[in-house]
């Protein structure tokens, strides 16, 4: 209750400046009805600019991940709109949202989502050859080195470590140059080290793809790479931090838990 | 995206394979049908066209038909030849004796030789060379008789009898057995034998003598003069050709002989595809449940397509892609078992010595692509409501942990849709069975009953998610008490195999206690030594590679294990959906059964009632087959034999009664009611003795027919030609389902008026002091001279009748099997797969302390409880199916009688079904590691 009183508008900038690739505004959820209804959201304004690389953090509960679904038009807002790269997405039909996904969005996920029969390299191309495309000859070998694959492309998943893995995930991605990439816990089901050469791996391509990503975490390492880390907590944004580090991170984090 | 699907069945390799099993043997009865059918129908084709290549005009007597009875058409008068012969397009002209049932070759054991319901044929055939054209015999080794006392005999018989040329073979007609001199061995065109048939060929002048046609042929083949079309000669030959007689030309006759022919195959034909459509039908189910699970357990791969830009489409479309390849297998693998099916039942048959005629049994286009369409269509369609609930998997569910298939759209409406079916399929069902006949064709009427029925059965599967709570729990006491019994009786078995995995595998205990128990174990019966060999071949399995046995397991015992049995119980309760549609396709498959079973019961009830109503008789002389007419003179031997009391013959053939063809009987006054019970509407037994020449009495239900009272006189015309007034003197009841006698009777004087050659459907005896076996003896010592007939007691007589129902009960048994068997595999899929998903859970009862023989007996519960509810469901269907048959049927008086030690076995069948299922699954889940177990996601 006393974190209503912190006014969450006001850490915000508005919305939609002009270069600004995926914008949120007033975005409420209700999840439930009547007395068993559950208030995820409750009025979020935001905007992620391109090639920005955004954290949200939050306690457990505090609406991150359904702010994320949202914005990745994986869920619907209970009133306020999303748009990405200036369609709002509320009046797409689910033809219309495959479209958008194949060219606009990517999805890095926690627990990596790999399909088991496909290689390593099949597995990258698969959101290519889904949309009926070729990959760009060039951008695969030099997105295959960066990524660190070069010698695993014909291994199948299970012969794959869990950071090798994700790194697949991260090419698959990446691999279509969407407007943005959006990643659920990329590292929440990865040790220390292997956590960290993910998160550089992430950093990396965003610097040198000018790639937009959208990542929620847990993680106050994660949360040190972004350009900016939004802070939610009781379905509000909370916080709006530019380039912190770590330690800035984990104050925020421990203001919020107070 | 299809490469996603194809590869992601070949991840799934062995699960495809036990999907496509479903429809596999579906598609092989299809296959193997029509690949036997169409060779059978190619093969009269040709031996009919060859027969008559070089036969422009065929004339043959007209035969009545009663309900798809014929009988021996009526001969033609020599006297016809000579005017065909003399008309000025004819070239040449022959005639031709054929009697189709009376030449009886005589075995080496001087029994008739059984053809099984084969005609056997004897034929008088000029073989000189000018005729030989029409000859349809192709002679194989000696030469054509010349003499009264010589014969041909047909390859089969002569290979079957090891008769040589020279020997003497003897051959009943409608004499007394008489040997001939074998002269001659002749096939029938270019086959050896005709299911069975055998023939006999004399001279025109001897079998003229021996079939009683003095003077007269069966056929009259004729080849026009150069010029003259055989149409021509055919309507040359019309106007002399007397009224019971007909004319065709050669591809006429072929033509219409192929027909009756193929009229039977064709039936045969649609009998066994109706057996490949239940196969087919019980395999969808299976295709259904499988693809419904695996499709929910693929929840997060097809979110993860969808969140990365797949649409609904290609969703829908990957999966049918899966259906597709599935099916075009199962359609590859079960065209050619089919193919290898045909070939497996021809060999038995030629083994068995009914050779079939077949051109070679090769594929053909029509019967690939009826596999195809078979096998893919029943996929596709069985995999489409999957296919479409895979669509509905919203792409969050890819970042949702344990994330499950959202419920169809149509949940909510399932149970009114499937009482909705139900309505609609028993409405089917009594307007099929129901309506009468003039308001609804047969074919029509049996198209309504299939699609009632199988709506019926989709109705009730679909209504069972919501039986199976409370089924579970009644059919889990009778899974406990039966799989007891079963654990009970494998006991030593079990036990046999424990010893000898602890001899060969518990290596650190006590070598003396190892010995002991390797040493128990293999001299343990009944299986021991194989067990031995078995357990030798695990070491070495163990040894060479990393393959470990199911070991280290406790000492089996005989406990009924409350706990882990509730636990199988509440899994086969927790998904309804799951297992009532793998319940339901063995409640087909046991629906159909007790069905069958239900209806020959009544029937064979029926039969016994009718019996028993009707003859008085101890003992009942028939044909060795026990249904085709035989020659009056054994009715006459038996008279003559000496405990016989009273021998009464019942006569037997086919007429016009008063305009529609029946069967008419020839009864004799004075005895007929000693054997014979009538139960009189009008008239009494005193009514026999005044029949007179043309008195009759008449079954009521010709009588209602025909409007027909006592007093009224009607027209009998017979094959023959020839007519008669008849005056009804008494109306009797008989059983519908099987009047002993024709629908109109004449005494026996009256009949042999009217038919050149009469014969004995029976002969009722009664004996001096009653059955014995000393009796019998005596009577069958009379009847010696006629080879073909047989004298019963009247128990053995329905016995034996009984039996004929049986043979024909096990036929459909086998047929109905085969898609118990599909039902087995869609009970393994569905179990294996359970296992597979609960794998985490299976651990975790693993490590709380559960054995692996406990872990095993559930998933084994859980068989037995899923086959006893497709019990629970079929057997009360299969029941009421029977009722509303029998009821269908009341006019013919088939009774409703439940047969209960058949339905107590099909019980039996259905456990074992559950373990059986159950064996490979189980054991799955008693190897797990428990550790893997646990980690597993």
């Known amino acids: ?258 | 995206m299809l490469r996603v699907a194809l590869r992601g069945l070949w991840g799934r390799k062995l699960r495809a394979v036990l999907t496509a099993i479903a429809i596999v043997l579906g598609v092989t009865m299809v296959s193997g049908t029509l690949a036997l059918t169409n060779a059978i129908d190619s093969a009269f084709n040709q031996i009919f066209s060859d027969t008559y290549a070089s036969t422009d005009a065929v004339v043959s007597g007209k035969t009545f038909n009663y309900q798809g009875d014929t009988s021996q058409a009526p001969s033609l008068p020599a006297g016809l030849l000579d005017k065909v012969r003399a008309l000025p397009g004819t070239d040449v002209a022959t005639g031709l004796v054929s009697d189709q049932s009376s030449a009886k070759i005589i075995n080496r054991t001087g029994k008739a030789i059984d053809t099984g319901g084969a005609p056997s044929f004897g034929f008088g055939v000029d073989t000189s060379p000018q005729y030989q054209r029409f000859n349809p015999l192709k002679l194989l080794e000696g030469r054509w008789a010349k003499s009264s006392n010589e014969v041909v005999i047909d390859v089969h018989t002569a290979d079957d009898q090891h008769f040589k040329l020279g020997d003497m073979v003897g051959v009943a007609s409608l004499h007394p057995v008489k040997k001939f001199k074998l002269v001659g061995i002749a096939r029938y065109g270019n086959v050896d034998s005709i299911g069975g048939a055998t023939f006999a060929v004399f001279t025109i002048p001897t079998a003229q003598a021996l079939f009683d046609r003095q003077n007269a042929y069966d056929g009259i083949s004729a080849a026009a003069r150069q010029g003259t079309s055989a149409q021509e000669l055919v309507d040359q030959i019309k106007p002399i050709t007397p009224s019971n007689a007909q004319v065709r030309t050669g591809a006429q006759e072929a033509k219409k002989q192929t027909d009756d022919v193929t009229s039977f195959t064709k039936f045969i034909r649609y009998l066994l595809l109706a057996f490949a459509g239940i196969a087919l039908f019980v395999g969808a189910f299976v295709i259904f449940n499988t693809l419904s699970i695996t499709v929910a357990q693929r929840t997060r791969e097809f979110a993860t397509l969808r969140t990365i830009g797949a649409s609904r489409r290609q969703v829908l479309r990957s999966v049918i892609a899966e259906a597709v390849v599935v099916g075009a297998l199962a359609s590859f693998v079960g065209l050619f078992l089919g193919l290898g099916l045909a070939r497996l039942v021809k060999w038995l048959f030629d083994q068995s010595g009914g050779g079939i005629p077949t051109q070679s049994l090769s594929l053909s286009w029509s019967i690939v692509f009826w596999a195809f369409v078979v096998g893919v269509g029943v996929t596709v369609l069985a995999a489409l409501a999957p296919a479409f609930r895979a669509t509905k998997v919203p792409p969050i569910a890819a970042v949702r942990e344990g994330a499950t298939l959202p419920p169809s759209c149509i949940a909510p409406f399932t149970t009114w849709i499937a009482l909705g079916l139900t309505a609609i399929a028993l409405a089917l069902l009594s307007y099929a069975m129901f309506a009468s006949s003039n308001s609804l064709g047969t074919g029509l009427r049996l198209l309504y009953m299939g699609v009632g029925v199988l709506l019926l059965f989709t109705g009730i599967a679909l209504l069972s998610p919501r039986l199976v709570r409370p089924l579970a729990s009644f059919t889990h006491y009778v899974a406990i008490g039966a799989t007891w019994v079963f654990q009970l009786i494998f006991y030593p078995v079990t036990l046999a195999y424990w010893l000898l995995r602890y001899g060969v595998f518990s290596s650190g205990k006590r070598p003396a206690r190892r010995v002991g128990a390797l040493v128990a174990g293999f001299v343990m019966p009944p299986l021991g030594p194989a067990l031995a060999v078995l357990v030798l071949l695990m070491w070495i399995r163990s040894k060479v590679t990393r393959w470990q046995p199911e070991w280290p397991m406790e000492f089996p015992n005989l406990r009924i294990d409350a706990e882990m049995t509730r636990v199988a119980r509440e899994n086969s309760r927790r998904n309804p959906g799951r297992t009532a549609a793998t319940a339901a396709a063995l409640m087909i498959g046991l629906a159909l059964v007790t069905f069958v079973g239900t209806l020959a019961s009544g029937m064979k009830a029926s039969n016994r009632g009718a019996i028993e109503d009707q003859v008085k008789a101890e003992y009942i002389q028939t044909s060795t087959d026990g249904f085709t007419p035989f020659v009056a003179g054994a009715g006459d031997a038996i008279g003559k034999a000496p405990p016989v009391e009273t021998a009464s013959p019942v006569r037997y053939d086919l007429a016009r009664v008063d305009g529609s063809a029946q069967y008419l009987s020839g009864v004799d006054p004075a005895t007929i009611s000693k054997v014979y019970h009538f139960d009189w509407k009008t008239g009494s037994d005193a009514t026999l003795g005044q029949l007179g020449a043309n008195g009759a009495v008449v079954d009521k239900k010709l009588a209602d027919q025909k409007h027909l009272k006592v007093g009224d006189t009607f027209p009998i015309e017979v094959q023959g030609g020839k007519t008669t007034t008849a005056v009804v003197k008494g109306i009797y009841k008989a059983p519908p389902f099987f009047p002993i006698l024709g629908a109109a009777s004449v005494t026996v004087p009256a009949f042999d008026k009217l038919y050149v050659r009469p014969r004995n459907e029976y002969t009722f005896v009664n004996v001096k002091g009653g059955a014995s076996d000393a009796t019998q003896k005596q009577l069958d010592a009379a009847v010696t001279e006629f080879p073909d007939n047989q004298v019963q007691s009247r128990a053995d007589w329905i016995t034996a009748q009984d039996a004929d129902f049986n043979s024909f009960l096990t036929f459909l048994y086998v047929l109905l099997a085969l898609s118990v068997i599909v039902s087995l595999f869609g009970m393994v899929n569905t179990l294996a797969l359970s296992v597979y998903e609960r794998t985490r859970e299976l651990g975790m009862l693993r490590a709380v302390g559960t054995t692996r023989r406990q872990a095993r007996r559930m998933i084994r519960h859980e068989g037995v409880i899923t086959a006893l509810i497709g019990a629970a469901l079929g057997m009360p269907l299969g029941l009421f199916l029977a009722l509303l048959v029998t009821k269908a049927l009341s006019q013919f008086d088939v009774r409703y009688s439940i047969p209960v030690r058949t339905l107590v076995v099909f019980l039996v069948i259905a456990v074992i079904a559950g373990l059986v299922a159950a064996l490979l699954p189980a054991r799955r889940a008693a190897r797990l590691n428990v550790l893997e177990a646990l980690q597993y996601e």
Not at chain 1, 37 to 56: I, N, T
Not at chain 1, 146 to 170: F, K, M, T
Not at chain 1, 223 to 239: C, E, N, P, S, T
């Open chain 1, 1 to 258: 209750m006393e974190i209503e009183e912190t006014n969450g508008h006001a850490a915000v900038p508005a919305a939609s400046n002009g270069n600004a690739v995926v914008t949120a505004h007033d975005v409420t959820r209700r999840y439930g009805e009547g007395d068993a209804a559950v208030d995820a959201l409750r009025g979020v304004d935001m905007s992620v600019d391109h090639g920005e690389l955004m954290a949200v953090m939050g306690p457990s509960g505090s609406g991150k991940s359904t702010l994320m679904h949202i914005l990745a038009a994986l869920d619907r807002p209970t009133s306020g709109w999303v748009e990405i790269e200036h369609t709002r997405l509320g009046q797409l039909n689910d033809n219309e949202i495959t479209r958008l996904r194949r060219e606009h969005i990517g999805f890095i996920f926690q627990f990596f989502n790999l399909l088991p029969m496909l290689s390593a390299e099949e597995n990258i191309t698969l959101p290519l050859s889904i949309a009926g495309e070729k990959p760009d000859k060039e951008f695969f070998e030099d997105l295959l080195k960066r990524v660190g694959l070069q010698d695993r492309r014909s291994h199948r998943p299970s012969e794959l470590s869990g950071g090798q893995q994700q790194r697949v995930a991260i090419a698959r991605a990446l691999v279509t140059r969407p407007t943005v990439v959006f990643a659920d816990e990329p590292t929440g089901n990865l040790d220390t080290r292997t956590s960290n050469e993910i998160l550089e791996l992430l950093q990396q391509s965003v610097r040198d793809y000018q790639q937009t990503l959208v990542m929620v975490t847990h993680d106050p390492r994660a949360a040190a790479i972004a350009d900016r880390a939004l802070f939610l907590a009781d379905g509000r944004i909370v916080k709006d931090l530019g380039c912190a580090t770590e330690r800035e991170v984990l104050e925020a984090m421990e203001e919020l838990a107070r």
